[in-house]
């Protein structure tokens, strides 16, 4: 059985899992470890079935989660290679300093160098540092003056990375995945279609219009979740910066409720069983708005084998869709 759930979508969070024969992936981890553990149980899928991660972009509502999910579970993360750069910069950035500080810098290490030869030098000392073949004294074992901190833990370390490429298939189990170049203001941003058992599941969200590449991608899928991010009128009106609204509208924002609706129209071949919108603004957009506009353009489409629509939420999960 093939299976697709999305446990959250929205800008606050994304993450779905992808299920095919022995396989179980995870795209994107934007939850908590916790939270996403709990949404995959209220769907009844066990978390420490989960063969691997993949991950579309670094964006933090695609990867909150991800390092502490991945080391929970001991699985291997997917990445391209600009994407986990850009995570690692993300997670461990270097700051510029001025000359003065970095003389200031120099001097505090050279200190904190002394005082550790110094603390070797001392009678008293940690009993962890001791010869463990040298026979104790006494029984008795002195307070330790002073203790070195213990090393700071690697925000990035993960179990086992991974890279793929954009344009080129790979097999996860019994996944075949083909990522594809998407129009986002990330790194190297990328969808996906899954393939197991014969069914075709494509993730198209992040992405400010449909390219060409992204058009062919998502021919002939059994599964379509599609972005429709924003109302455009709610955008302008509504309460971001000026400069964030110019960033959602750009061809590498985010997808509107109309140029998805035109996109199903114009476009979209009507082979999907289902069509699923996602990555829905809270602050820009409503989901009566987003549905309607997508009702229209699949208007004498659906039916009962075809292009069920339904709504990604970003608070709960959405049923598990099976074939």
């Not at 993450?15 to 916790?34: F, W």
């Not at 170049?181 to 969200?205: K, N």
């Not at 059994?222 to 509504?238: A, P």
Request: hydrophobic residues 40%; charged residues 25%; proline residues 6%.
């Amino acid at each position: 059985m093939v299976r697709f759930t999305v446990l959250a979508s929205g800008s606050k969070g994304n993450c779905t899992v992808v299920t095919g024969g022995k396989t179980r992936i995870l795209v994107d981890a934007g939850l908590s470890c916790r939270e996403l553990f709990r949404r995959m149980r209220l769907v009844d899928e066990d978390p420490a079935t989960l063969d691997a991660i993949i991950i579309t972009h670094e964006h933090s509502d695609h990867v909150a989660g991800l390092a502490v999910t991945a080391r929970k579970l001991g699985i291997p993360v997917y990445f391209t290679e600009g994407t986990h750069r850009a995570w690692v910069r993300w997670l461990s950035p270097r700051k510029q300093m001025t000359y003065t500080q970095w003389l200031e810098q120099c001097r505090k290490q050279a200190a904190a160098r002394m005082a550790e030869a110094d603390a070797a030098e001392a009678e008293d000392c940690d009993p962890e540092d001791l010869d463990p073949s040298a026979e104790p004294a006494s029984n008795e074992v002195a307070e330790p003056t002073a203790r070195q901190a213990a090393p700071a833990k690697d925000p990035t370390a993960l179990p086992s990375v991974q890279f793929f490429q954009a344009g080129k298939p790979l097999q996860i189990g019994d996944f075949h995945v083909s990522p594809f170049t998407i129009p986002h203001d990330a790194a190297d941003p990328v969808g996906f279609v899954f393939q197991a058992e014969g069914v075709r599941m494509a993730v198209a969200t992040d992405l400010g219009y449909i390219p060409p590449n992204v058009k062919a991608q998502l021919k002939s899928v059994d599964l379509l979740l599609l972005e429709s991010n924003h109302d455009l009128e709610m955008l302008r009106d509504g309460p971001y910066p000026w400069s964030v609204k110019q960033r959602v509208l750009s061809r590498v924002g985010h997808l509107s409720n109309e140029a998805a609706s035109t996109y199903l129209e114009t476009e979209y071949d009507g082979q999907a069983s289902y069509v699923i919108l996602g990555h829905l603004s809270e602050s820009n957009n409503l989901p009566e708005l987003a549905r309607i506009a997508a009702e229209r353009a699949l208007d004498g489409r659906a039916s009962l084998l075809g292009n069920r629509l339904l709504l990604a939420a970003q608070h709960e999960p959405l049923s598990t869709i099976c074939f």
